[in-house]
């Protein structure tokens, strides 16, 4: 219980933090207006179709890598890379980006900026239109101190600081609606009304606003330090992500109620609004309460990188440096450190706009790649698991605790699917289940050509074409610019083969192989095809509604993954010593993986 408690909190401490503080001014201000509570609505609803394919995936396969891993089982390395390169961009970007939200509410904690030291302060470099905040990259220096001491102190710290942070935060909820309700919401009686930018601006709000929350998925990437993952992983991420939902929804209702979307201010939005209604003293609350939520917020978006560093660099694709783990505090202290000096140099030199939209990106990308892997997972589940350094290591220390005389008994069949490699490490394996799977379509028209020859290539092109018309959709919807007629023609385009893809996996039955495939008593993601396709749509919409300017910024951070990739990840990748066993003779794999590193 305690061990279920702790990750949940730990999550929800890694939500809160830069998402209400700090960018509820900044997206007020230029996208959402009053509408900026149906933003984070639109957003949470996004991030909970993700959770549910996330609890899945995290059941089944729980491993530090996260939506990386998830993505080298079911579609490969090439596109594992690219959602692994846009994780580190995610969390390490993250982790600058509430970093920088940290100096305003610490100067407005001591009475102002002018009181802050001068080392401290927030200078402007002239020539250049750059402002440096040297105090955002002292804190991240702090935090990765504290990280590399080991994730049971860290977590303890940052389950205090989260604890202040949640009762500041219904304090803001409580005393602001009191303040609403004595001034009359005058932020709600504008003459522009609630969407003063439009639909448009509310939904380019939601894309934004997503950055806050991207701690959930963090619960995830420490899956080989849950002791039941099962159980612990799924709770931990609906239970996080239900609460920040209903938080961020009311805090938001509260501030652009109390104060007009244009005079909210952008860096301290909260403590500003309870200050220009008369309630000075609440502000110094607010302030000290935004000013823990960002620092366990930052502990929460620094503590997943390393370990999707670790992962990588255990398959290969990155140095050897990056997967050394500390004897003493059983953490990757060297990958810490690294991702604690690119966040503090990133915090010291940008601003928190132009970094939001950036983490989006990743986090959104590595969503949607989450949703496409639970229907690979469903309709066509892999034959055989491949099981490379980050699995065959733990995988050898846990060994000794089955006995010899099992492994002995299946001597022969592991010797079928070792000897190509070379490779002798033990392997645990259960007894052949024999599987009936259903593939026949449920409708007798699909199935008179689809069968069990050709099942496997027609629903992975299947998945493929539906997901190319989600993005053809997408595209076509939000570029205003475009001619109006070639405009429609893509909108039917890709909605034709959107919903022909999701009407097409309606009548396939799921295979019976997917119950051998990891875990299979733990969660299930409810009502699929239909609520993976509904957050691939989502998620490829609000990244579409990102912008140009975030997108040509996030093209060159991909890029560069692709060159690292192309000279580095792929002549030294690990993939050609891996072992490939069959996925209806593997068992608890991930379980063994998990159990001797909690």
């Known amino acids: 219980m305690w061990i279920r408690s702790r990750f949940s909190f730990n999550s929800v401490g890694a939500t809160i933090g830069a998402g209400v503080y700090v960018l509820v001014g900044t997206v007020a201000r230029e996208h959402s207006g009053a509408a900026l509570p149906l933003s984070f609505l639109v957003a949470g609803f996004a991030a909970a179709l993700s959770a549910l394919c996330y609890a899945e995936l995290a059941s089944r396969c729980p491993s530090a890598g996260s939506a990386y891993h998830y993505s080298y089982i079911c579609v490969g390395e090439g596109v594992a890379w690219l959602i692994g390169w846009a994780l580190i961009l995610e969390y390490t970007i993250g982790g600058a980006a509430v970093a920088r939200g940290m100096t305003p509410n610490l100067a407005a904690l001591i009475g102002g900026g002018e009181n802050l030291p001068s080392f401290l302060s927030r200078h402007s470099i002239p020539g250049i239109d750059v402002v440096v905040d040297p105090c955002s990259a002292i804190m991240i220096f702090i ?63 939601s894309a934004t606003v997503f950055f806050a929350y991207i701690g959930f998925d963090a619960v995830a990437s420490t899956a080989e330090e849950v002791k039941n993952p099962q159980r612990d992983l799924p709770l931990g991420i609906g239970g996080s992500l239900f609460l920040c939902c209903g938080l961020y929804m009311l805090v938001s209702i509260v501030i652009v109620g109390l104060v007009p979307y244009y005079a909210i201010n952008p860096d301290t939005p909260i403590s500003s609004a309870f200050a220009d209604n008369g309630m000075q003293w609440a502000a110094y609350v607010i302030n000290g309460g935004a000013f823990t939520a960002l620092c366990a917020s930052l502990m929460g978006g620094i503590l997943p990188q390393p370990r999707i560093l670790m992962a990588m660099a255990r398959d290969g694709l990155l140095p050897p440096f990056f997967s050394d783990i500390n004897k ?139 997901c190319l018309g989600v993005f053809v959709l997408t595209f076509a919807a939000s570029n205003k610019t475009m001619i109006s007629s070639v405009r429609f023609a893509l909108c039917g385009v890709g909605g034709c083969l959107l919903l022909s893809g999701f009407v097409f996996l309606t009548c396939m039955d799921q295979d019976d192989a997917r119950h051998n495939f990891g875990h299979s008593g733990g ?22 509604n990102l912008g140009a300017a975030t997108w040509a910024r996030v093209s060159i951070w991909l890029a560069i993954g692709v060159i690292v990739y192309v000279f580095y990840g792929r002549t030294h990748s690990t993939l050609k010593d891996a072992v490939c066993v069959p996925a209806t003779q593997v068992v608890d794999i991930y379980h063994t993986s998990t159990s001797c590193l909690a």
Request: glycine residues 8%; hydrophobic residues 45%.
């Open 143 to 205: 935090i990765t101190g504290l990280l590399c001491v080991g994730i049971k102190e860290s977590t303890m710290v940052q389950s205090i600081i989260t604890s202040i942070n949640i009762c500041a935060l219904i304090f803001v909820i409580l005393a602001g609606g009191y303040l609403g309700f004595k001034s009359g919401w005058v932020g709600y009686e504008l003459p522009a009304g609630y969407f003063p930018f439009g639909v448009d601006g509310m939904l380019a709000g």
């Open 328 to 466: 003493c505090s059983q953490v990757p202290v060297k990958s810490t450190i690294v991702t604690g000096l690119v966040a503090s140099l990133l915090a010291f030199s940008m601003e928190v706009s132009e970094l939001a939209g950036m983490v989006s990106v990743g986090t959104l990308l590595a969503f949607t790649m989450v949703a496409i892997s639970v229907l690979i997972l469903r309709y066509i589940p892999p034959d055989e698991v491949l099981l490379l350094p980050s699995l065959q290591e733990p995988i050898v220390s846990a060994s000794t605790q089955y006995s010899w005389c099992s492994l002995e008994a299946n001597e022969e069949d592991a010797k079928t699917h070792v000897g190509a490699s070379g490779s002798k490490k033990p392997t645990v394996f259960k007894e052949d289940v024999p599987i009936d799977c259903p593939l026949i379509a449920k409708d007798p028209v699909i199935g008179k050509y689809v069968h069990e020859g050709n099942r496997r290539k027609v629903i992975g092109w299947v998945i493929a074409f539906t």
């Open 523 to 544: 969660f299930t993601c409810p009502f699929v095809p239909l609520l993976p396709v509904a957050c691939i749509l989502i998620n490829s919409y609000l990244l579409v």
